[in-house]
């Protein structure tokens, strides 16, 4: 078991509760995400669909489970019935899949649409104009989500200045669509920052952040 305390314990002192902290368990047994729950600590993230169904059906229901890794249409149907959040929501035929399951389960389901902020071709993520283009389109036949923010991930690197420039290009896209209220959007969370730049994205008006390697030690891959 890997869990380090301590950290959390400083992580949360850190926050303040000022904004919420989503402990990010990928590749991480039950075990290990059963030691902070009974720390009280609730948000888990998890990247892979079948990890997922696995670790909610191990641990207790009251856990809000977050769905962070990058999903394909043909799976949100296993997430559906119980997910709490799903972060990097991509495409509008994405988000009418979400919904057309979220209807089946009976359940409206949150959602944050993913901005692509970094230089890195890799990172998936809407662009200004994608963004736009949903958020002004007719969403009013979609009554099983709600997008509730947004979120994105910065450039993987040392140059700090370049980090803060992404986090305040997010947060001013934010800031932007924050306005806008209907039943299918109502902006409330910018989820930015990771364990290595979560200072930075707090600065820059993060009120999310997803943490995994200072909570659980690095990810062992098989």
């Not at 709490?84 to 089946?104: M, P, R, T, W």
């Amino acid at each position: 078991m890997s869990v380090n305390k301590e950290k959390y314990q400083e992580i949360i002192k850190y926050l303040d509760g000022k904004a919420k902290l989503i402990a990010v368990s990928k590749t991480k047994p039950a075990d290990d995400i059963q030691v902070l729950y009974n720390l009280d600590h609730r948000d888990f993230g998890e990247n892979y669909v079948q990890e997922l169904i696995e670790k909610y059906s191990l641990l207790p229901r009251d856990i809000h489970w977050h769905f962070i890794g990058h999903l394909q249409s043909n799976k949100v149907k296993y997430i559906a019935p119980f997910v709490y959040l799903i972060h990097g929501v991509d495409s509008l035929s994405l988000l009418k899949e979400i919904n057309k399951q979220a209807l089946k389960n009976n359940r409206i389901i949150d959602c944050l649409l993913q901005i692509h902020i970094a230089k890195e071709e890799t990172k998936f993520g809407l662009n200004s104009d994608e963004l736009e283009v949903i958020l002004t389109d007719d969403l009013t036949e979609l009554n099983n989500i709600r997008i509730c923010g947004l979120m994105g991930m910065a450039s993987f690197s040392n140059n700090l200045g370049l980090v803060k420039l992404e986090f305040q290009y997010l947060k001013n896209l934010f800031k932007k669509y924050t306005p806008l209220s209907t039943a299918q959007c109502q902006m409330q969370i910018l989820c930015m920052g990771m364990s290595a730049d979560y200072k930075i994205a707090l600065e820059e008006g993060s009120n999310t952040i997803r943490i995994g390697s200072l909570l659980f030690g690095e990810r062992q891959y098989t």
